[in-house]
């Protein structure tokens, strides 16, 4: 099954982006997933192609208009699970990566200014997401790393299908460190730096035990808040 993406967006162009690149890139060649940029533009109805108006209300900036967004919207044949990507609205993890993953299509809604009009989004009930607690210029490069989330999970874009069950998240920990060749490095500073003798040993064991350990440590150094979440 191919995951497809109707992104409805004011800057079509921006689109594979960094998404036509690497193993997204090479799985968009191989039709592991598609994509259709949807020009809300062109479904403005004056002769200035208006997308947008100021707030009822008052307030800085424009929203985009709900009529010219549903118009763009009911363009898609099939549209699938409707999203817009919002700052307040709930936060990307690894989880929801996977579920979205599993989906046969998805419309991904790209605001700019100051957001899209209330109405259209509880007219064909869109879920909003969000990447961070942060504002971008749009919604198109949250569009790129939602999808980015979900293309690596999909069967045959990742070489070593036991890569994704040990990354960071996916177990509710941080991911272990890591370390390859040369096995003793001497910085710049003239300092040296060994791998770990565990990671030499040839104990397949001990070794899955130190990284279970390690993800469990960092996990508390740094996001103390994932362990408050599985617990």
């Known amino acids: 099954m191919t995951l497809h993406f109707n992104i409805l967006t004011l800057f079509p162009e921006m689109f594979p982006g960094v998404l036509g690149q690497s193993l997204s890139g090479k799985a968009l060649e191989k039709n592991l997933w598609s994509y259709q940029c949807v020009n809300i533009r062109d479904f403005a109805t004056d002769r200035h192609k208006t997308v947008d108006d100021t707030p009822y209300g008052g307030g800085a900036g424009m929203i985009m208009r709900a009529d010219v967004i549903e118009n763009a919207l009911l363009s898609v044949p099939a549209p699938g ?14 989880k929801l990566a996977e579920d979205l993953s599993r ?6 809604l790209c605001g700019r200014y100051e957001g899209v009009d209330q109405r259209v989004l509880d007219a ?5 997401i969000s990447i961070g607690d942060y504002v971008l210029s749009g919604g198109e490069p949250a569009a790129m790393i939602l999808m980015d989330a979900c293309i690596r999970l999909i069967d045959g874009v990742m070489g070593n299908k036991n890569t994704a069950g ?8 941080l991911e272990y460190p890591h370390y390859t060749r040369p096995a003793s490095w001497t910085d710049a500073n003239g300092q040296t730096h060994n791998v770990p003798d ?7 064991g001990k070794v899955k035990k130190w990284r279970e350990e390690q993800s469990l440590d960092i996990t508390k150094r740094m996001r103390p808040d994932l362990l408050n979440k599985n617990t």
Do not use: C, M, W
């Not at 699970?81 to 690894?94: A, C, D, E, F, M």
């Not at 064909?124 to 909003?128: A, C, L, R, S, T």
């Open 124 to 128: 064909h009930d869109f879920e909003e």
């Open 166 to 173: 040990e990354e960071s998240f996916a177990d509710g920990l």
């Open 103 to 108: 989906e046969s299509g998805i419309s991904l």
């Open 198 to 204: 565990i990671l030499t040993s040839g104990d397949h």
């Open 81 to 94: 699970r409707k999203i817009y990507l919002s700052p307040r609205g709930r936060v990307l993890n690894q």
